[in-house]
């Protein structure tokens, strides 16, 4: 059955660095329900829990993906959502060998497979950034804080402090999500050396996650054009590590791993959806 409209609705639920989500196949694009849909099925307390709802598209080019936040906003793009997209991918046979171009609503991004499984370890060329704030500052716990605002398919504040885990995410991380038309996500950043930052991140749409693929490449891209950084860096959130180089051609590469964790059928009818695990595929926690 697909994600057309029909209810049950299959799925896969995949982690990358704890950034989780709930994958559906959906050969016609995401129902008109979607919204409504991915707000159901992310919910944590009633429904499977995911940080987003994607839509894989098969398509004779390459998968397509269409994200949908918990709260059910659109997303463009999403760094671990596309690794997941990637591992599924490959193996469900969207695509053979180990590379692939996954569409997206920011265009098409190049993904190779460089371990399987499992975790699958994947690069993505997540295209070149774009400034569309210069280097600036803001005030942050009565402190002027150096800080940028990027795209990397979807808007980003960067905003670097000294202590990272003194920084009140719920608190600042609201307030600078609706400094921006579409809103923002936030990421704050601690240099720790010229190759490692490490980065805690509050989603638009979500709220804090653990990990934010996009949101790690805008904070390498911003501490290497203030000078903080080279332009190559490992970069540690609270789900673990990602490797981001921003190369000479001015694209972005990122790496890093997506693992699945179950398989089941989404009853809305039912007081919890059915949870069928495969004992042939990977099992393992939730984030």
Known sequence: MSAGGRLPLPFWKWEGLGNDFVLTLAPEGPPSSAEALAREVCDRH????????????????????????????????????????????????????????????????????????????????????????????????????????????NPHRVVFVEDLEAVQVERHGPVLERRHPQGLNVEFVEVLAADHLAVRVWERGVGITLACGTGACAALVASAMAGLTGRKARVDLPGGTLQVDWQEDGRVRLIGPARQIFRGEWRPDADRPSRKLDPSEPQGGGN
């Open 46 to 153: 009633r429904g499977v829990g995911a940080d987003g709802l994607v839509f894989v598209i098969p398509r004779a080019e390459g998968p397509g993906m269409e994200i949908y936040n918990a709260d059910g906003s659109l997303a463009q793009m999403c760094g671990n959502a596309i690794r997941c997209v990637a591992g599924l991918g490959r193996r469900e046979g969207l695509f053979t060998g180990d590379r692939a171009e996954i569409s997206t609503r920011s265009g098409s991004r190049a993904v190779r497979i460089l371990a399987s499984p499992d975790p699958w370890v994947v690069e993505v060329d997540m295209g070149e950034p774009q400034v569309l704030e210069g280097p600036g500052f803001l005030m942050l716990d009565e402190l002027v804080r150096p800080c940028a605002t990027l795209s990397l398919g």
